[in-house]
């Protein structure tokens, strides 16, 4: 196991709902990146924080945001649930460094109905 | 753009047998390259990477991959396959400069028949 974990597990929301995720980074990592993975495909990168700074953002709207705290845990803000949002929410956490390994979370399974 | 292609979307082999999953990657300058594998309901587990120095890396579990900077392509291998290797596995590819974030192929999934 990685040591990095994810809060819940699984997510029942309704369309136009909120919803936040949760992720607890590995220790010794100053750096969170979330990854949305839709049903048969690969991760696509949301956004990353580096020592409570977004530090990158990827291809998805303002209605995704996120924070970062102080011992470095972090959080998944989705307002105005969509159906297209459903998917496997997950979180790495790394040392911050380009060529730092990415540890990955077991993921939150969010349905949107 | 940053791109990762993994053409085969489902590799079947026999237990014993040597694998190969294929990845090719597009990127500007040159990459850091990872391969990750992902059991079902399960996040993603991090095998190997190639950063710089020798093309041929060696990871977890016996997974080892060559990277080719002519062909653009980093395949993953393994000598004698496991059942328990069978999983979906992820090609991701990093530029050396810009936004530190990983770019994923869409997986394939491997099946090792007893």
């Known amino acids: 196991e990685t040591g990095v974990t994810q809060s819940p597990t699984h997510l029942i929301k309704t369309r136009g709902q909120q919803v936040t995720l949760r992720c607890s980074s590995q220790?010794?990592?100053?750096?969170v990146s979330w990854y949305q993975q839709a049903l048969g495909q690969g991760p696509q990168f949301i956004f990353q924080?580096?020592?409570?700074?977004?530090?990158g953002r990827g291809n998805f709207p303002p209605r995704f945001s996120g924070l970062q705290f102080p011992n470095y845990s972090s959080e998944l803000n989705v307002n105005a649930l969509e159906l297209d949002d459903s998917a496997l929410y997950l979180c790495?956490?790394?040392?911050?460094?380009?060529?730092?390994?990415?540890?990955f979370g077991p993921g939150t399974r969010l349905t949107v109905l | 753009a940053q791109s990762v292609a993994q053409p085969e979307d489902q590799v079947n082999v026999a237990e014993g047998n040597p694998l190969t999953v294929k990845c090719t990657y597009s990127?500007?300058?040159?990459?850091?390259l990872f391969w990750y594998v992902q059991y079902p309901n399960r996040g993603l587990q991090f095998l190997l990477k190639?950063?710089?120095?020798?093309?041929l890396v060696k990871g977890s579990y016996g997974f080892e991959a060559e990277f080719n900077k002519s062909q653009t392509s980093f395949h993953l291998k393994k000598p004698s396959a496991l059942v328990s290797d069978s999983a979906l596995y992820f090609c991701?590819?990093?530029?050396?400069?810009?936004?530190?974030?990983?770019?994923f192929g869409t997986g394939t999934r491997l099946t090792v028949i007893p």
């Open positions: 790495a956490s790394s040392r911050g460094q380009i060529t730092d390994t990415q540890y």
């Open positions: 220790s010794g990592h100053n750096t």
């Open positions: 924080y580096y020592r409570e700074e977004e530090n």
């Open positions: 990127v500007s300058g040159n990459p850091y």
């Open positions: 190639y950063i710089t120095g020798d093309n």
């Open positions: 991701a590819v990093r530029p050396q400069t810009g936004a530190n974030n990983l770019f």
